[in-house]
């Protein structure tokens, strides 16, 4: 009788022992009393009362999600393959557990779907151009729908858009033209700027005829620098002139 009386006991103490739990700071409990909810408990040490309250831990941090690649047929028919990453937590215990059977998975599908339908309406351009606008616009619309589950979606990045081969050469084509009709622009403005700075010079020339003599003489000397050993110029009338009118100075003055 003693020893039944000690094994009761022990199983009396055991049970209640086994009601106590310990949550972690980014842990929380899910009580069911009798399988009505009462509330999330948590953090620190809590007691759940055995065969009377059931508990389910649930994880508040932050989940990362790599949403598989999906197919996708852009606005402008181009088949394309696009993966992304979502960034999620609970925010709500007790919707997470009561609104929805599992939230991780229904948020994963929905993730996809609305990745697919999103990026269905959009063209590859702006795709690959206006991918910030993009990202807000996925977690709006996936943060609308899981919100009475108790997740709130707080990024999505896309991360890879893989093309068809047909399409990455039409695009480095596209590219390479574009380079090359800046290259050409840049060197018609170049063209056009040394004219204007070679018109102001021969306006300036115009006003001092002298200057065009100064100018001469310093292209022979810059010619000359170079080891030439036949240097053939011709001299401008101009030139001479001038020399002739100052020995005939010279002449006057004898």
Not at 44 to 61: Q, S
Not at 120 to 139: F, M, P
Request: hydrophobic share 45%; charged share 25%.
């Amino acid at each position: 009788m003693i020893q039944i009386i000690i094994y009761l006991v022990i199983f009396i103490l055991i049970v209640l022992f086994s009601g106590i739990k310990i949550f972690n700071e980014y842990e929380r409990g899910v009580v069911f009393r009798l399988g009505r909810l009462v509330g999330a408990r948590g953090p620190g040490f809590k007691y759940v009362i055995p065969f009377v309250e059931k508990m389910k831990r649930v994880d508040l941090r932050v989940i990362t999600y790599d949403i598989p690649p999906q197919d996708v047929i852009t606005k402008d028919n181009v088949s394309i393959k696009v993966n992304a990453v979502l960034y999620f937590q609970v925010v709500n215990p007790n919707d997470a557990v009561v609104s929805v059977e599992n939230f991780f998975e229904a948020t994963s599908q929905i993730a996809q779907t609305t990745l697919r339908s999103v990026l269905g309406q959009v063209e590859l351009d702006d795709l690959l151009a206006q991918r910030e606008q993009i990202n807000a616009r996925l977690q709006k619309i996936i943060d609308e729908q899981t919100e009475p589950w108790g997740i709130k979606v707080s990024v999505v990045e896309v991360k890879n858009v893989d093309l068809p081969l047909e399409m990455t050469r039409a695009m480095a084509k596209q590219a390479e033209a574009e380079r090359e009709r800046r290259a050409k622009v840049i060197h018609a403005e170049g063209e056009f700027q040394a004219s204007q700075k070679i018109a102001d010079a021969a306006t300036v020339i115009a006003t001092a005829p002298n200057a065009m003599q100064l100018r001469f003489l310093q292209t022979l000397v810059e010619v000359s620098a170079e080891k030439n050993s036949t240097l053939i110029f011709p001299v401008p009338i101009d030139l001479l002139g001038s020399l002739k009118d100052y020995l005939d100075r010279g002449h006057q003055k004898e």
